[in-house]
């Protein structure tokens, strides 16, 4: 019998391509008819936002700190006004820390004004 490790944290899909918005839910949970990807790879997912236009500013910094030590796979930019954000999904797990991410980007930026959360929201 065919056996395989889960490898994307829980019973998702790595991504609803159908579906208006997908949100990395709760360990485990399970959602009925859609398609899972269970070859992976697990992924972390982390939103980063700052004051104004200062995500897309520092846009090529954030992916240069990032790719440091991963790699980003999937990521979509928001305009809101205010606050600009960046979703993404990047491999190896672990890789980063929200502590980490955000204090290498608070440096790293030319405005210490970012915040960074362990989740992330693809609306398109």
Same mark, same amino acid.
């Given at each position: 019998?065919?056996?395989?490790?889960?490898?994307?944290?829980d019973f998702k899909q790595l991504m609803n391509y159908?579906?208006?918005?997908?949100?990395?839910?709760? &360990?485990?949970?399970?959602?009925? $008819?859609?398609?899972?990807?269970?070859? +992976?790879?697990? &992924?972390?997912?982390?939103?980063?936002?700052?004051? +104004?236009?200062?995500v897309l500013d520092n846009i090529s910094t954030v992916?240069?700190?990032?790719?440091?030590?991963?790699?980003?796979?999937?990521?979509?930019? @928001?305009?809101? +006004?205010?606050?600009?954000? &960046?979703?993404?999904?990047?491999?190896?797990?672990?890789?980063?820390?929200?502590?980490? &991410?955000? $204090?290498?980007?608070?440096?790293?930026?030319?405005?210490?004004?970012? @915040?960074?959360?362990? @989740?992330?929201?693809?609306?398109?």
């Amino acid at each position: 019998m065919a056996y395989f490790t889960k490898v994307h944290g829980d019973f998702k899909q790595l991504m609803n391509y159908d579906a208006p918005s997908y949100t990395v839910g709760s &360990l485990n949970a399970i959602t009925a $008819n859609v398609t899972v990807q269970p070859q +992976g790879p697990k &992924l972390d997912f982390f939103t980063i936002t700052g004051n +104004g236009t200062q995500v897309l500013d520092n846009i090529s910094t954030v992916f240069q700190t990032v790719q440091q030590l991963a790699t980003i796979h999937i990521y979509e930019f @928001s305009d809101a +006004g205010d606050d600009d954000s &960046l979703a993404i999904a990047i491999y190896p797990t672990g890789a980063w820390t929200t502590v980490t &991410l955000d $204090n290498e980007l608070s440096n790293a930026w030319t405005s210490a004004n970012v @915040s960074v959360s362990s @989740s992330a929201t693809f609306t398109n």
